[in-house]
């Protein structure tokens, strides 16, 4: 019997549903509650804010609240994602008044929580992941961008950021009143975004290694958007990797440089066009066999072959690597060199200090003396000045004590003979006016 095409389509989509596993270390907002009741954090993950913490509730970090301005809040898995084939689904939402801005940004990066933290994509300085960027870019109304680095790029001082952009699409997010969806899938084959349901980027060139940890950020401006995070489920096909709650942090981060086999870590690196690639450090490495599996001096002869060719890439790494050290350290020797000729210089300036020393101490001695001088002089102007007026009071005291013996007894006969003579003359006066007139 032949079965619907819809029918054929919806056993299809059972299959692959049921090949989906939950990464519970890695996600939170799957249940009732984010956080268990009577508590103020998530389980396996992390709050960062500056100046404030984010705001945690039941269902939904606020990692920007609608007031104040300027704010920034992000929350991290403690635990790395141990998958090569994953699906991350995040749940956000965006409300503010009208011409408010702020972005959101979704992690993916090798020591997020101390590498980026709670900055945003033009804040972070050098990591090594991926991040997704939703903003207001270029007046759009709404966009997302996505990022790569390899630890080589200081996204904090390069010249233009959204330059660096490799994928983005358009879709409105703020004011929605309803959370929005953004889906990201990994796996050997591509890598592909989906925002509400509608594909937005994919390339088959982006390969992510395992070990990086999952982060949410966001960012608010003077006039600020309020970011809500309702959700992050990780899901794998993989059951073998998948954590378990009896595992602790130890078991399954890997250890420093290298993973639970030994084996170094794969870092991310750029090929053409600014798509992203898996190098590893130690490929064409040949696995170990058993000597009674090469049975016959042909198969030793190519086993012994293929090593030597393995040794000799291997060798040509350690030259490649040796030279670029050598180049790296010429370069930054001749830098230590200039520095060191800036400081030489500097420290030449700092020989022309005892000159000065030495004449500041003339100068003081001068000083001295001067004052020591200056004071003679002036103690000897002060008893020749004592001595002189002394002299002349004297003198000039006993100047008017010889003058004034008699001189009071000469103005009291000067002054009666005035009168005298004053009243001698108003007598005559009156008299010849007095006396009768002759005419002729």
Not at 8 to 27: D, H, I
Not at 204 to 209: G, T, V
């Amino acid at each position: 019997m032949r079965l619907p095409s819809s029918f054929a389509a919806l056993v299809v989509g059972l299959a692959q549903a049921q090949a989906q596993y939950l990464v519970n270390e890695l996600s939170f907002g799957y249940g009732s509650r984010i956080s268990p009741e009577g508590t103020q954090s998530i389980p396996n993950f992390s709050l960062q804010g500056r100046p404030n913490l984010p705001e945690l509730l039941s269902n939904k970090v606020i990692l920007t609240p609608v007031a104040p301005g300027n704010q920034r809040g992000a929350v991290w898995a403690d635990r790395p994602l141990q998958h090569q084939s994953w699906i991350a689904d995040v749940e956000f939402r965006a409300n503010g008044p009208e011409r408010a801005g702020g972005n959101f940004n979704i992690w993916l990066v090798r020591d997020g929580a101390h590498a980026i933290g709670s900055s945003s994509i033009y804040t972070a300085g050098r990591f090594e992941g991926l991040a997704l960027v939703v903003d207001q870019y270029s007046g759009s109304g709404g966009m997302m961008r996505g990022f790569l680095n390899d630890g080589t790029i200081d996204f904090k001082s390069h010249h233009n950021v959204d330059s660096l952009s490799f994928g983005h699409c358009r879709f409105a997010y703020r004011n929605l009143g309803r959370p929005t969806q953004i889906k990201l899938r990994h796996n050997e084959h591509k890598f592909s975004v989906e925002v509400a349901g509608r594909p937005c980027f994919e390339s088959d060139k982006i390969r992510l290694p395992s070990g990086y940890n999952f982060g949410i950020s966001a960012a608010s401006a003077d006039n600020p958007d309020s970011f809500e995070v309702f959700k992050l489920v990780v899901l794998t096909e993989n059951t073998h990797e998948n954590y378990g709650s009896h595992h602790d942090a130890a078991a399954a981060a890997p250890p420093a440089g290298g993973d639970a086999n030994n084996n170094k870590q794969q870092r991310m690196t750029f090929g053409r066009g600014g798509q992203a690639v898996v190098e590893d450090p130690y490929d064409n490495v040949i696995p170990d066999q058993d000597a009674d599996q090469i049975t016959s001096s042909k198969a030793q002869f190519a086993d012994l072959h293929t090593r030597l060719q393995n040794i000799n890439h291997h060798l040509s790494n350690i030259f490649r690597v040796y030279s670029q050290g050598l180049g790296t350290g010429e370069q930054r020797h001749e830098e230590v060199s200039i520095m060191l000729g800036e400081l030489k210089g500097m420290l030449s300036r700092l020989d022309k200090l005892d000159a000065l020393e030495h004449r500041l101490g003339d100068i003081e001695r001068e000083m001295r003396s001067m004052r020591s001088e200056l004071s003679g002089r002036l103690r000897d102007s002060e008893n020749a000045i004592k001595y002189h007026v002394s002299d002349k009071h004297e003198t000039l005291a006993d100047h008017v004590k010889t003058h004034t013996k008699q001189g009071h007894t000469k103005l009291i006969l000067v002054v009666l003979c005035g009168n005298a003579l004053l009243v001698g003359a108003y007598m005559f006066y009156k008299r010849k006016r007095a006396s009768p007139k002759k005419y002729l």
